[in-house]
């Protein structure tokens, strides 16, 4: 006699894992840095996949950047050959963004800033009121500057700076009566502006002055 054994445990088969979780982390890389506590279940995914993910970005000739102390990852262009190297240059799949002085300025400021708040070691967070920001970059403006009309730059330079995911616009605490915004600093700032960049910080900000000093208006006396 033919028994049915099809909903015995013996004969229960375990569903194949779904490869849902790869397709998602390869999208959301592609599309911009993956933070760990924006999601932990995406984050926990790419540690668990991060050997295929990385084969598989290898093929459109990128690396996968993933740094899990801090708590992020992101995909970047690997270096180009160099002109003795006669493979072939294969397109960049991340394009190059040419940054704004002004966004230039307020990231080598932040790095520094940051260099500094790690160097003292008392938190892991590093936290800026808008009004810090705006004193971080006063002193490399023009004197004289419209306070209004400055203020107005450093808020457009700020909000350029969270588009490119190097600063967190915080809620305001429970009862704030000043109503002005704080920002986190990402720490992901310390990939993209490394150490040796920040070595020669010193020689950029003169460059900086320079700068400014040539495109401030001139003031003209009567002749």
Same mark, same amino acid.
Not at 192 to 200: G, R, S, T, Y
């Given at each position: 006699m033919n028994e049915d054994l099809s909903n015995t445990p013996e004969t229960i088969l375990t569903a194949p894992a779904p490869v849902a979780d790869l397709s998602a982390l390869l999208i959301n890389l592609l599309k911009g840095v993956l933070y760990r506590d924006n999601d932990e279940r995406q984050w926990a995914a790419l540690l668990n996949l991060q050997v295929q993910v990385r084969d598989y970005v290898a093929v459109l000739n990128l690396d996968l950047l993933l740094d899990e102390a801090e708590g992020y990852a992101f995909l970047q262009s690997r270096p180009e050959p160099d002109d003795e190297d006669k493979s072939p240059r294969l397109p960049r799949l991340v394009a190059r963004r040419p940054l704004s002085f002004p966004v230039s300025l307020l990231l080598a400021l932040l790095r520094k800033k940051l260099a500094e708040f790690d160097a003292g070691g008392a938190d892991t967070r590093l936290v800026l009121g808008r009004d810090d920001i705006v004193e971080l970059v006063r002193v490399f403006l023009p004197s004289g500057s419209n306070e209004t009309r400055l203020i107005d730059q450093i808020e457009t330079t700020i909000n350029k700076v969270i588009?490119?995911?190097?600063?967190?616009?915080?809620?305001? !605490?429970?009862?704030? +009566?000043?109503? %002005? =915004?704080?920002y986190e600093v990402r720490r992901i700032l310390r !990939?993209?502006?490394? +150490?040796?960049? %920040? =070595?020669?910080?010193d020689a950029r900000l003169a460059n900086y002055h320079s700068h400014l000093a040539d495109t401030s208006p001139k003031e003209s006396g009567n002749e």
């Open positions: 588009e490119l995911g190097f600063l967190r616009k915080l809620k305001p !605490a429970t009862g704030s +009566a000043s109503g %002005l =915004a704080n !990939a993209f502006v490394d +150490a040796q960049w %920040l =070595a020669e910080f």
